[in-house]
């Protein structure tokens, strides 16, 4: 079983509609939780983290985090044509574990006009 | 300006050749790491360093050597380069907050 895994896609959202892409984890000591969007042919960039259960808002990211369940979510409302990308969930493990992320291998996401 | 900058960012070698690549941080951060990236397998961390003279393997370590003799610099060797290093090669670096910054990237073909 993997440590992070997210469905591959690619997840095709119109324009205007609400993309929501999932990830979950193996490590119940996690602690942190991230999401990047990488577009094609370049690094990835940092949009959104969270610690704590619950929703954490930014803009139009919503970041959705279930220790229970083991489970994070990424929603992006209004989406955009400018969204599509691969999204890359991350985590980062338990205290003393030298500050790692571990990656899921991405959900590419195409906003269609 | 403050960032993380890497060379080269284009490398062609041959197998069995030494390569390095570089990894340069203005911002100061304790932790550095290196990833690949490859189709399928997503970003895979090579080694990472929580300060100067600190290092550590990451899950796919072999045939890579690391150094840090200063918190801004952090070389990633391959000793004798194969076809299966062939990849995307990042850098990154964060504080002991741990909101991790990558560098532009270094794309490396291996003949």
């Known amino acids: 079983q993997k440590e992070v895994e997210q469905n591959s896609g690619p997840l095709s959202v119109p324009e205007g509609a609400i993309a929501s892409l999932n990830c979950t984890y193996s490590?119940?000591?996690?602690?942190?939780f991230f999401w990047y969007r990488q577009y094609s042919g370049k690094s990835p960039e940092l949009i959104m983290f969270?610690?704590?259960?619950g929703d954490k808002e930014d803009g139009r990211f919503t970041a959705q985090l279930n220790k229970a369940s083991q489970y994070v979510s990424l929603l992006i409302r209004d989406s955009q044509p400018s969204d599509s990308a691969t999204y890359l969930c991350?985590?980062?493990?338990?205290?003393?574990?030298?500050?790692?992320?571990?990656f899921g291998t991405g959900t590419q996401l195409k906003v269609e006009l | 300006d403050a960032g993380i900058t890497q060379s080269p960012r284009y490398k062609i070698t041959e197998t069995g050749r030494q390569v390095t690549l570089m990894c340069h941080q203005t911002?100061?951060?304790?932790?550095m790491f290196w990833y690949r990236q490859d189709l399928g397998h997503g970003l895979r961390l090579i080694y990472y360093?929580?300060?100067?003279?600190?290092?550590d393997k990451g899950e796919v370590p072999d045939g890579y050597v690391v150094s840090r003799s200063k918190t801004e610099n952090f070389p990633l060797t391959l000793e004798s380069a194969t076809r299966s290093q062939t990849s995307v090669y990042f850098c990154?670096?964060?504080?002991?907050?741990?909101?991790?910054?990558f560098g532009p990237g270094t794309r490396l073909l291996v003949l």
């Open positions: 990154a670096s964060s504080d002991a907050g741990g909101l991790d910054d």
């Open positions: 490590d119940r000591g996690s602690q942190s």
């Open positions: 969270i610690y704590s259960n």
């Open positions: 991350a985590v980062r493990g338990s205290a003393g574990g030298g500050n790692k992320l571990t």
């Open positions: 911002w100061s951060h304790s932790y």
């Open positions: 360093s929580a300060a100067a003279d600190i290092t």
